[in-house]
C-alpha cells in the first residue's frame, strides 16, 4: 500500500480539481471559468509525483519540458471544440462527431511526440527550449480561437452529480497514470500522459449534455489561453523543484504561472469585451 501512495495521492488531488473546475465553467461562465480552469491545478500533484520518483535534475527537466508539448496539443484539442461544433450545425451526431475528431487527433499526436522525444538522447537544454517553442505557440493559438470568439454565457442548469464524479475519476485516473509511468522511468510518456486532456475533455462533455453547446464553444477559446500557465509551471518547476524542493518548487511554479499566464490571459479577454 506505501509503494501505492506515491500514486494514488496525485491522482486523488486531480480528482477534486478536476470537479472544482467544472463547477467554476458551470457558476461563472465560460471565459471566467475558462481561466480559472486552467490554472495550474492537476499539473501540481503530477509534478510533485515526478519529483519523487526522480529529482535527477536533467531526468525530472525532461517530464516537465514535455507537459508544454502536451499543453500545445490541449489547445489544438480545444481548437476542435471551437471549430467543430460550428461546423456542424444542428446534426443530432455533432457532440460525437466533435469527441471522435478531438479525442483522436490529441492520441495520436501524442503517440509520434512520445515515440520520436524517447528515440532521441537526452538533451536538457534542447528539451526546455522545445518546451519554451510550444508555450509560445500555444499563446498564438489561444489568441486567434478568443479573436472575434462567441459568447460564453452562465449555465442555467446544474452538471450533475453523476457528471462531476465521472469527470473526477478520469482526470485522477490520467494523472496516476502519468506518475505511475515516471516511476516506471518513461519520464517523456509521463509527462503527457499528466497533460491528458482529461478536465478539458470532460468539462466539454458535461457542460454541453448539461447547458447546450453554446458554452464549451465559447470556454473553448478562453482555456485555449488560460492553457499557457500549465506550461509555464511546468518550465519553472523544472528548474524550481531541483533547487528549492518539490514544496517550495511548486509554490514558486504555481505563482509563477498564475501571475505570468492566467491574469494576463483575464485581464486580456476582459479588456476586449464589448461594454454593454
Known sequence: MNDLLPILVPGLAAALAAILVTLAIERLGGQLGGILGTLPLTVVPASMGLFHADPTPEVFATAMSAIPLGMLLNAAFLGVWRVWPIQAGDRSTALME??????????????????????????????????????????????????????????????????????????????????????????????????????FLTSMLATWMAQGKAIPIGASGPMMLGSVAVSIYALTCAFSMPWAGALWGSVLGWVTGSVCGSLPAYLWLKSRKAPS
Open 98 to 199: 466533435t469527441l471522435g475528431l478531438s479525442l483522436g487527433f490529441w492520441i495520436f499526436a501524442a503517440l509520434i511526440l512520445v515515440l520520436v522525444r524517447e528515440a532521441l538522447a537526452p538533451n536538457m537544454a534542447r528539451d526546455v527550449l522545445v518546451g519554451v517553442a510550444a508555450l509560445v505557440a500555444t499563446v498564438i493559438l489561444g489568441v486567434r480561437a478568443c479573436h472575434n470568439a462567441p459568447p460564453a454565457p452562465k449555465g442555467n442548469r446544474r452538471v450533475g452529480l453523476r457528471v462531476l464524479l465521472l469527470r473526477g475519476v478520469g482526470a485522477g485516473a490520467a494523472i496516476a497514470a502519468g506518475v505511475a509511468l515516471g516511476r516506471a522511468g518513461w519520464m517523456t510518456a509521463a509527462g503527457m500522459a499528466s497533460v491528458f486532456p482529461a478536465i
